[in-house]
C-alpha cells in the first residue's frame, strides 16, 4: 500500500524525471535519508521498474502507430511470443480476452513500413488472422499518477509540502 509520501515521490519523479534524491527531499520537506530509503522500497518492491527517457516515437521518426489484434494457433503463445520480440515494430503486445488473443501495438516510419510489418505478421503460423486499426493521435498518454492517488484518505501529515 501506497502512503501519502510514497504518491509524493512518484508525483514527483513524474514532474521532474531528473531530480536526485536531495532535490526531492528539499522538494518535499524531508529527509534525504528518507527519500533514498523510500525510493529503494520502491524499487524492490516492483512499484518503480526504471527512470527512462521517455521517447516521443513521432519525433524519433516513427509517427504511424497501430493497435494489432491477434487471433493465435491453440498453444501458439509462446511461440508468437519469440516472434513479436523479434519485430523492432512491435513496442507492447499483451495476452486479452476477448476476440483476440494478443494486442499488439506497433511503430512504423511510414504508412509503407507498418504494411511490412503487418506483412510479416501475418506470414506466422501461429497467427490465424489480425485486425489493425490506425492510430490517429493520443487522447490520453500514458499516465498512473491520477489511478494511484484516486480514492486516497486525506490524512494529515508531518509537513504539508508533500500533499
Known sequence: MLDELDLALLRGL???PRAG??????QLGVARATVSARLRRL???GVITGYGPDVDLASAGYPVQAFVTLEI???ALEQIAHELE?????VEAYT???AGDVLCRVAAASHRDLQDTLVRLNHSSAIDRSTSVIALSTVVPHRVVPLLTRDRPKRPSRSPRYR
Not at 21 to 26: G, T
Not at 86 to 90: A, D, H, I, S, T
Open 73 to 75: 494457433a491453440q498453444g
Open 21 to 26: 534524491a536531495l532535490e526531492l527531499s528539499r
Open 14 to 16: 513524474h514532474e521532474h
Open 43 to 45: 524499487e524492490e518492491s
Open 96 to 98: 486479452t480476452t476477448g
Open 86 to 90: 523479434e519485430m523492432p515494430g512491435v
